[in-house]
């Protein structure tokens, strides 16, 4: 699990430009950030080295992580960033 600091810092490097991107991002936080693994973590880190057309791309399914990208870590948190939450789960 990461430490307090380590997921505000976390949270402040995932801002992003565009919207669409933070929506998901603000609901993998509310749902998943509390017990942040440093894996999904790591992997959460190599997203957002992306430029934001192409994360969106990944969020969106509209393509699926290649190369470096292409590990569990990645993988692991873009199925919970795809996954929507209905309102009764809040």
């Keep these: 699990m990461l430490s307090v600091a380590e997921l505000n810092k976390l949270?402040?490097?995932?801002?992003?430009?565009l919207l669409e991107n933070d929506l998901?991002?603000?609901?993998?936080?509310?749902?998943?950030g509390q017990a942040l693994t440093v894996s999904r973590a790591q992997g959460l880190t190599r997203l957002m080295e992306?430029?934001?057309p192409d994360l969106l791309d990944l969020l969106l399914a509209r393509r699926e992580p290649e190369g470096a990208l292409?590990?569990?870590?990645?993988?692991?948190?873009l199925r919970l960033m795809r996954t929507p939450y209905s309102a009764e789960r809040h």
């Design 11 to 17: 949270r402040w490097r995932c801002r992003r430009g």
């Design 24 to 32: 998901f991002i603000e609901r993998f936080f509310s749902h998943h």
């Design 50 to 52: 992306l430029a934001d």
């Design 70 to 77: 292409d590990d569990t870590d990645v993988h692991d948190v």
